[in-house]
């Protein structure tokens, strides 16, 4: 079995930052990509940022030049820096990643529990 374990959400003035960290631990025998996707009340989960183990990101446009994704692949943790927090930033993020469990083993997605994230105005 795979976790992921989310941390570092919380509630912060607008204008404020917060970062997030997710650490995937279990039997995990390569890790392909990591990624941030948040769903706020009434809308579909949405991506915000990913990485891949090759380091290449993607952001959402709402949250390119704000936020800053990385990752620890050692310690198989990804990082989500999220700077200048708007109202609309609010929503629980969940931690997601892309890998297999054995060699030649099938690729699956996984999901943490979700961190809430609110921003006041």
């Known amino acids: 079995q795979v976790q992921l374990v989310e941390s570092g959400g919380g509630l912060v003035q607008a204008g404020g930052s917060l970062r997030l960290s997710c650490a995937a631990s279990?039997?995990?025998?390569?890790?392909?990509?990591m990624g941030w996707y948040r769903q706020a009340p009434g809308t579909e989960r949405e991506l915000v940022a990913r990485?891949?183990?090759?380091?290449?990101?993607s952001y959402a446009d709402s949250a390119k030049g704000r936020f800053i994704i990385s990752m620890d692949n050692a310690k198989r943790t990804v990082y989500l820096q999220m700077n200048s927090l708007e109202p609309e930033d609010t929503a629980v993020y969940y931690c997601?990643?892309?890998?297999?469990?054995?060699?030649?083993?099938?690729?699956?997605?996984?999901w943490g529990q979700g961190t809430q994230v609110a921003v006041s105005s």
């Open positions: 997601q990643t892309t890998c297999s469990r054995r060699i030649l083993g099938k690729v699956e997605d996984y």
């Open positions: 279990g039997s995990i025998f390569s890790m392909y990509a």
């Open positions: 990485i891949t183990s090759g380091d290449r990101t």
